[in-house]
């Protein structure tokens, strides 16, 4: 079994990440790694802190001579940020964690809650599912993640008729592949940022030859589609998660959504994929396609008072440093929560300590299925 617990503030000395139940022999490839985490890092609209993180992973645990050893990963990066916002914060952005935390954990003061509700956690949740991203890498199965949209502004053209996607990525600022949309998001947001406000928007995630079989429909809690959709919601924004086509097909009839089977050269097929790669909550070979919605960022300027928690009056809303949008990030940490989902349940299928082992069995598997 596969488990990732992080701890750590966001203006702390450092966040630290376990990984426990990888195998060993996966070789840790840092420039993998350093790339994962500078794209996390990167992406327009994004505040100053950014520039001022390098987020080099320290590993202390699980990893010997760059390879895995069975044993629990440990691995840090270290924060440079200083905190913008010294002293005590009373008045809670609506939107954020400041309010809840102040009600569950009796934490008066709302600068403590945003230590550890803060998205910096996501960073060390993205190194360890990059960790997760290399091992799928051994088995050929490839997760990537692009922006679909920012605010009103949409990305119209299909994944997959989109030659060389992830090169057009990599050169958009906002990680969205293609050109024109990325100059109409880039005005978007500097509308946004003009006025002084936040966008949210979505990411979509597509992970490609993953084996079928992952998952189950016996049991409620083994779907994959549960699971995959559990790992997006719990990047803080995400409020939504749409498997394949599933909002377009909400609005069709069965015959036009369904993907019916083919046989091409004696091979059967999918004519669509519009269920996204998944059925009764296992993976059916075809590419898994999942969108996550984002709200909008709740700091601003926009929002500039609410309630003074301890005189109950209205009271100005100090800024805290913010970014105006986090979609392209968002992706990347989507990126990173899908391959550790995936990598948990095709552990769970496959079983195995030591990664020759696993790359085995899922040949054998796949091998099995050519037949
Ligand atoms: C990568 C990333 C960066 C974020 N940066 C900010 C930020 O700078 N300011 C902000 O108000 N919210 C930011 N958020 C969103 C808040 O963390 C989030 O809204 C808050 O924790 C409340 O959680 P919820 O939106 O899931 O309800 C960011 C989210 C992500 C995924």
Same mark, same amino acid.
């Given at each position: ?13 450092? *966040? ?15 420039? %993998? ?14 505040? &100053? ?19 895995? /050893?069975?044993?629990? *990963? ?15 914060? %009373? ?37 360890? !599912? ?52 990325? #100059? ?19 990411? /979509? ?13 016996? #049991?409620?809690?083994?779907? @994959?589609?549960?699971? @995959? ?14 498997? !394949?086509?599933?909002?377009? !097909? ?40 999942? /969108?996550?919605?984002?709200?909008? *960022? ?8 609410? *309630?003074? @928690?301890?005189? @109950? &009056?209205?009271?100005?809303?100090? %800024? ?30 496959? !079983? ?20």
């Amino acid at each position: 079994m596969l488990r990732m617990l992080t701890s750590g503030e966001s203006h702390g000395p450092k *966040i630290a990440g376990i990984l426990d139940g990888m195998p060993a022999g996966l070789k840790i490839d840092m420039d %993998y790694l350093r790339g994962f985490m500078a794209r996390r890092r990167g992406g327009y609209g994004r505040g &100053k802190r950014m520039s001022v993180e390098t987020d080099e992973p320290v590993f202390s645990g699980g990893v010997h001579d760059g390879f895995t /050893t069975g044993a629990p *990963i440990m691995v840090e990066l270290s924060n440079r940020a200083d905190n913008p916002t010294p002293g005590e914060r %009373y008045v809670p952005r609506p939107g954020h964690a400041d309010y809840v935390g102040y009600i569950k954990y009796g934490l008066k003061d709302l600068n403590i809650v945003a230590e550890r509700a803060s998205a910096r956690e996501t960073a060390i949740r993205t190194l360890l !599912g990059a960790i997760c991203s290399l091992a799928l890498r051994e088995l050929n199965i490839e997760v990537f993640a692009f922006t679909r949209s920012i605010g009103k502004v949409s990305l119209n053209r299909r994944y997959w008729e989109i030659e060389n996607l992830l090169g057009k990525r990599d050169n958009s600022v906002l990680y969205c592949p293609d050109e024109e949309t990325t #100059q109409l998001m880039i005005r978007e947001i500097e509308d946004a940022k003009a006025k002084g406000d936040s966008l949210g928007g979505s990411f /979509t995630v597509v992970a490609k030859n993953v084996p079928p079989g992952l998952g189950s429909y016996v #049991q409620w809690d083994r779907r @994959l589609d549960a699971a @995959l959709g559990f790992s997006l919601l719990s990047i803080p924004s995400v409020k939504a998660v749409e498997i !394949g086509e599933a909002i377009e !097909g909400s609005r069709l009839f069965g015959s036009e959504f369904h993907d019916r089977f083919v046989v091409e050269d004696g091979v059967l097929k999918r004519s669509s994929n519009n269920a996204g790669g998944i059925e009764g909550g296992v993976s059916n070979g075809e590419d898994i396609v999942l /969108t996550a919605y984002l709200k909008p *960022i709740p700091s601003s300027f926009a929002i500039n008072s609410s *309630i003074d @928690l301890v005189s @109950l &009056k209205e009271a100005p809303l100090p %800024y805290v440093r913010s970014d105006t949008v986090v979609v392209p990030a968002a992706s990347v940490v989507g990126e990173a929560m899908v391959s550790f989902t995936i990598l948990c349940f095709l552990l769970e299928k496959f !079983g195995g300590d030591e990664f020759t082992e696993i790359k085995e069995r899922v040949e054998v598997w796949r091998r099995k299925l050519l037949r």
